[in-house]
């Protein structure tokens, strides 16, 4: 098979950057074509250069329909009004839409999933093996202990990150609701201050750190009477999340119409 041409939605930002040098690193791929937001001033300028490689002649550029004529998938990891726009021209040109981008709303995760009767798109809130193998295994605890352990989790960023909690924290949480048997939205408890009353039993509680150039640390700890489980996950550099979406886009590369997720991606769903 010839090699997947690749868009990379976001191309300035930090996760762009760092695509653009996972595309050059991965056999089977290659960059072709450089979305960045209209009016940005980094359009015109060269990916590779922007990403610290020789230059590769591909120019910024905030026409996606124009960019995607030979295009095979894309890469987005922007922000949610731009996933959005994305998506439609996306399905429209029968693209793999690998979607990282977090923050997004339940309207807008039900848009995305709406295009995927006819289009594949790959989607979640981290793209790395051990956060989606933390993933099953906070699942498989949260069936074993029942509501007499609270269950936390925690977050840290870096100083620059705009949403919170992040989108791995309420993947994580997702996964205890999910072990647990109960809906995340009607548990959830996020940000507290003040004088909040004691916790609610069988809630799942969010906390967020933000500072320095911390690429995504996670824990969740199961604390009950007398004893703590914590289980946690270390990003050290976000090539880590880039080399991910390459795995993703190039698994799901002829795969038929539908919503993937890294679970998929990794044969981890089963567990
Ligand atoms: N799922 C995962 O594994 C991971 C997900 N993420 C998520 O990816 C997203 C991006 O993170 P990060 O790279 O750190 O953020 P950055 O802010 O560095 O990058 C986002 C980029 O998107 C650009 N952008 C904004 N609007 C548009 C548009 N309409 N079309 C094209 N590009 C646009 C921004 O341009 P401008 O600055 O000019 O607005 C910016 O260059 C976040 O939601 C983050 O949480 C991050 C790491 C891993
Ligand atoms: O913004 C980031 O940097 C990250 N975002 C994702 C998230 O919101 O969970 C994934 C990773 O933690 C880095």
Redo the contacts with the bound molecule.
């Keep these: 098979m010839s090699d997947m041409r690749l868009i990379v939605?976001?191309?300035?930002?930090?996760?762009?950057r760092a695509l653009t040098r996972a595309i050059a690193e991965t056999k089977g791929a290659v960059l072709a074509g450089a979305?960045?937001?209209?009016g940005?001033e980094?359009l015109g300028k060269d990916a590779g250069v922007l990403a610290g490689l020789p230059a590769n002649g591909i120019k910024l550029s905030?026409d996606l329909w124009a960019m995607s004529k030979d295009a095979d998938g894309i890469l987005d990891?922007?922000?949610p009004?731009?996933t959005l726009?994305?998506v439609a021209i996306a399905a429209e040109r029968g693209l793999v839409h690998v979607v990282?981008?977090?923050?997004l709303s339940g309207s807008d995760n039900a848009v995305i999933k709406s295009v995927t009767n006819r289009a594949v798109v790959v989607q979640?809130?981290?793209?790395?093996l051990g956060v989606n193998l933390l993933a099953a295994v906070v699942k498989r605890v949260a069936k074993a202990l029942d509501e007499s352990f609270d269950i936390e989790i925690v977050e840290t960023h870096h100083r620059?990150?705009?949403?919170a909690p992040?989108?791995?924290a309420l993947m994580l949480g997702q996964a205890a609701a999910s072990g647990r048997g109960i809906a995340l939205d009607e548990h959830a408890d996020r940000g507290r201050d003040g004088i909040t009353g004691a916790r609610k039993p069988g809630d799942i509680g969010f906390a967020s750190l933000r500072g320095g150039t911390a690429a995504?640390d996670h824990s969740v700890s199961f604390l009950g009477a007398f004893e703590r489980l914590t289980l946690s996950h270390h990003a050290e550099d976000?090539m880590l999340?880039a080399h991910?979406?390459l795995k993703a886009a190039l698994w799901a590369h002829g795969k038929k119409p539908g919503h993937y997720s890294m679970a998929d991606v990794l044969g981890l769903s089963d567990i």
Aim: charged share 10%; glycine share 26%; net charge positive.
């Design positions: 939605a976001g191309a300035g930002g930090r996760m762009g979305l960045e937001a209209p940005s980094l905030g990891f922007t922000v009004a731009a726009a994305n990282g981008t977090t923050g979640s809130g981290n793209m790395s620059m990150k705009i949403d992040s989108g791995t995504g976000r999340f991910g979406a």
